[in-house]
């Protein structure tokens, strides 16, 4: 995997396999990118009751992802793929669903790619890209989490409301920051979910 085929694919499962081994992967993240797509793909289910229970497992991910600690009702739902014991193997097996649908190439398999791209950010900006061209990738100042920044990226993650990524945006730059990626992640169109690499970053989570 390079860089232009990390934009390019349209295969989750190729691009799940390739950030698992970026220090980016902790149990977190792959949780949180768990429980988001199966969020997103609840309402995709027919009936009432199924959507119901998909986002009550997917709230229990999200729920093990923020306290590093195994929900009670985990053991009942194992035969939910998002709680199983391992992240990795609840994140592999999520990347890999979409494919093997009727819809192999639908709506699902799109979000996936688009989710990982949420999380993950640009995953194969080098050490000497960045140096060479600080304006993009994981360059981040610590003079950027200014006041402002940190509580606008706190509120919006304990809220999961993201509609402030511009403003987001405007106050990082006022702060200074000349990076076009996470500038241009804030501002751009699309779904923001906990687990946002810009929010992460501004917020120090790992």
Known sequence: MT?????????????????????R???????????AFWSWQSHRLKTARDRAQ???????????????????QANAERIFVGLGASAKEAFRSTVRAPKQWKDGNGPATKHAVR???????????????????????????????????????????????????????DALQDAGCDNDDILDHCRGPGEHVRGCWVVDLVLQKA
């Open 115 to 169: 989710l990982l791209h949420e999380v993950f950010g640009n995953p194969f900006t080098t050490r000497a890209a960045r140096k060479t061209a600080p304006r993009r990738g994981w360059m981040f100042s610590p003079s950027w989490r200014t006041d402002t920044a940190v509580a606008l990226a706190r509120q919006m993650y304990d809220s999961r409301d993201f509609g402030a990524m511009p403003i987001l945006a």
């Open 54 to 72: 998909l986002r009550r497992r997917a709230a229990l991910v999200e729920e093990w992802a923020e306290t590093g600690v195994e929900p009670p």
């Open 3 to 23: 860089e232009a085929k990390w934009f390019a694919s349209t295969d989750p499962a190729a691009l799940g396999a390739a950030v698992m081994r970026r220090k």
């Open 25 to 35: 992967a902790s149990a977190r993240v792959l949780r949180l990118y768990v429980a």
